[in-house]
């Protein structure tokens, strides 16, 4: 895989339950507008690949990866903690530790949903540094944009001059959750539909929903139409009032004229 590839790729290891989809489609959708290529075991679809094929191989191929630690601990009495997570966490570790050029620049990013939930489970793993989200949207964007800022500024190339800010990711995350309750037909998706979406379908919509931005900034301005009637309904106004008048006009009675500001 070419070196620029390798960069860009992003290999994440979250929670695959319903109670998680909202954040872990937040991810899916911040690092695509950083200009990243997420990277989900359950983005590939093949019966005959072994689970765990996939997700060594997408090890190989991303310099990136984010691990959420979020369900290592049992939420309640008689659950089980998820241990999936940090058992692909230790794989991640091993190639980057171990792996030949160039997994030993490999770039990792834990998450925890509260502050110390992990070292309590690993306590092996205390020293990292740590994000925590609080399972809310807004923080799990504002601390993945943070990670990824801190590793370009890094870089000799720095900062590109189109990184999004934090206020302009939570503006649009809501933005593009309204457009993608509209076919383009117009009609309007299920929440059940929106929910059963896999991840390489909701990855094309973030792109899909990307290009129409750009679209919509090269284009119209989406008060146009609205300008435009204002504008055709004065000047209507202005013609009846002040030039239809002139047709009728009478040296006897004269024109009474009200012109518009």
């Avoid at 620029?4 to 489609?25: A, I, T």
Wanted: proline share 5%; glycine share 6%; with cysteine.
């Amino acid at each position: 895989m070419p070196d620029e590839d390798f960069e860009r790729q992003v290999f994440v290891n979250c929670p695959y339950s319903d109670d998680y989809r909202d954040l872990q489609r937040a991810i899916i959708f911040v690092l695509i507008q950083l200009g990243f290529e997420p990277r989900l075991a359950a983005q590939i679809s093949n019966s005959g690949e072994l689970r765990m094929g996939k997700i060594r191989q997408q090890i190989r191929e991303c310099r990136h990866s984010i691990h959420d630690l979020s369900l290592v601990i049992a939420k309640k009495k008689g659950d089980s903690a998820r241990m999936n997570m940090p058992y692909e966490l230790g794989l991640d570790l091993g190639a980057c530790w171990y792996g030949q050029s160039p997994l030993h620049s490999k770039v990792l990013l834990v998450l925890e949903q509260q502050h110390g939930s992990v070292k309590k489970a690993l306590s092996d793993h205390a020293g990292f540094d740590l994000r925590t989200h609080e399972g809310k949207v807004d923080l799990l964007i504002r601390e993945v944009r943070a990670h990824f800022y801190a590793h370009l500024a890094s870089k000799a190339d720095g900062i590109p001059a189109d990184f999004p800010s934090y206020d302009d990711l939570l503006r649009e995350w809501p933005l593009f959750l309204t457009w993608l309750q509209k076919r383009p037909d117009g009609t309007l998706r299920s929440e059940r539909e929106i929910q059963a979406m896999e991840v390489a379908e909701f990855k094309d919509k973030v792109r899909e929903w990307m290009k129409s931005q750009v679209g919509a900034l090269t284009g119209p301005s989406p008060a146009h139409d609205l300008i435009r009637e204002y504008v055709q309904e004065s000047y209507d106004r202005f013609i009846q009032d002040a030039i239809t008048p002139w047709a009728f006009f009478h040296t006897s009675q004269g024109v009474s004229l009200d012109l518009p500001n």
